[in-house]
Nanobody, 125 residues
Framework: QVQLVESGGGSVQSGGSLRLSCAAS????????MGWFRQAPGKEREGVAH???????TYADSVKGRFTISKDNANNTLYLQMNGLKPQDTALYYC???????????????????WGQGTQVTVSS
């Protein structure tokens, strides 16, 4: 099993920045690609960004140019640098990990096997 623990969420004003972290533990050697998702109140969970072991990244259109996903393999930690935050970015952000070789749709939640508990991001105008 793989355990994922997110941190780094908080409250910022519009235009501000936050850096989310996700520490992975357990049988991390089985993990292939990882991603970040978010869920706002009353909305479905949506994919934000994904990173493959070969460095390939994918971003939702709504965050392209503002968010950057990265991974520290030595420390089994996933990051999401969020710049230019907007009120519509307010959500609970989740880290996710997959054991599949390559995703068909890397921002689709059913591609992932393990999930963290989430960290709250609130952006005020």
């Amino acid at each position: 099993q793989v355990q994922l623990v997110e941190s780094g969420g908080g409250s910022v004003q519009s235009g501000g920045s936050l850096r989310l972290s996700c520490a992975a533990s357990g049988t991390t050697y089985i993990v292939t690609y990882m991603g970040w998702f978010r869920q706002a109140p009353g909305k479905e969970r949506e994919g934000v960004a994904h990173i493959h072991p070969d460095g390939t990244t994918t971003y939702a259109d709504s965050v392209k140019g503002r968010f950057t996903i990265s991974k520290d393999n030595a420390n089994n930690t996933l990051y999401l640098q969020m710049n230019g935050l907007k009120p519509q970015d307010t959500a609970l952000y989740y880290c996710a990990a997959s054991v599949a070789v390559r995703p068909l749709s890397p921002l689709r939640r059913n591609e992932y096997n393990f999930w963290g508990q989430g960290t709250q991001v609130t952006v005020s105008s």
